[in-house]
């Protein structure tokens, strides 16, 4: 266990633990875009940056990707923090000035204007890159990245056409926070076009069933099986799905390291 302190409050949690997730348990908020628990932590956003004091020296560095240390002290809100934060919205506004995750966010900060040019007026990707790495490391498809550098990057499929590693199971659009990835239904209507056996159900292409025909033109939300897998998990089928393969995974491997152990024994 570790102790620290995160503006003024003391608390104690596991090694191992984000600065991020310890402030989350003392219901401090810090705001970011690209943070999603159950993905590895990325620090693109940048929202989340927070000055912490170690024997006496000042960093900035962004709390999701950050462990907890002994003896740490944290300060979320210091003034150098927020000014940065305010530069930080600023520059999302120029990006996406018409995005309403990014406009509420500035508002709570006093942001309502950019001294920036604007990039766009209809751009809608704040490159947080929750579907990239969603669609790589808990899907496991990797049929979309980020292209380009500098003011050109975006997220797109490989040579701008619709990859076939992409298996329409729509968790890039269910966590796109500004509603720019529509990959699902770009992929469902290159599927309809196929007929017979190669009508796959989206859930065999995800790897959840071992066999089974879309009955209904990919209108999942006609599907029984669809509509009964989301309801009993809680949450995006696709998301909960991989989810559970990994922690099924991941226990038997420690069942195999117990094994490997008890016999070395």
Not at 74 to 82: A, D, G, M, R, Y
Not at 114 to 128: N, Y
Not at 196 to 216: D, E, F, H, T, W
Request: with cysteine; net charge positive; glycine share 6%.
């Amino acid at each position: 266990m570790v102790c620290l302190e995160i503006d003024g409050q003391k608390i104690e949690v596991e090694d191992r633990t984000t600065v991020l997730e310890a402030a989350h348990r003392l219901n401090i908020a810090i705001p970011t875009y690209c943070h999603l628990e159950e993905l590895k932590p990325y620090g693109a956003c940048r929202l989340c940056v927070v000055e912490t004091l170690i024997d006496g020296k000042s960093r900035f560095q962004s709390s999701c990707s950050l462990p907890v240390a002994e003896g740490m002290i944290i300060k979320t809100n210091s003034e150098p923090i927020v000014k940065g934060r305010k530069v930080l919205l600023e520059l999302y506004l120029a990006r996406c000035p018409q995005v309403k995750k990014v406009r509420e966010l500035g508002e709570q900060y006093g942001v309502t204007e950019t001294r920036f040019k604007v990039f766009s007026k209809t751009e809608d990707c704040i490159l947080c890159g929750l579907c990239v790495r969603a669609c790589d490391e808990l899907v496991g498809a990797q049929a979309i990245d980020f292209v380009g550098r500098g003011t050109d990057r975006k997220v797109d499929v490989p040579f701008e056409r619709l990859w076939d590693r992409c298996v329409a199971c729509g968790a890039c659009t269910y966590l796109c926070p500004t509603g720019h990835i529509q990959n699902e239904a770009r992929r469902v209507a290159q599927l309809r076009r196929h007929s017979g056996v190669l009508r796959k159900c989206r859930y065999m292409l995800m790897g959840a069933v071992s066999n089974k025909i879309c009955p209904k033109n990919y209108e999942c939300l006609r599907c029984e099986y669809d509509q009964r897998t989301e309801y009993s998990l809680g949450k995006h089928a696709a998301l909960a799905i991989r989810l559970a393969q990994r922690e099924i995974s991941h226990q038997q491997g420690i069942r195999r390291k117990n094994g490997a152990s008890k016999h070395n024994d």
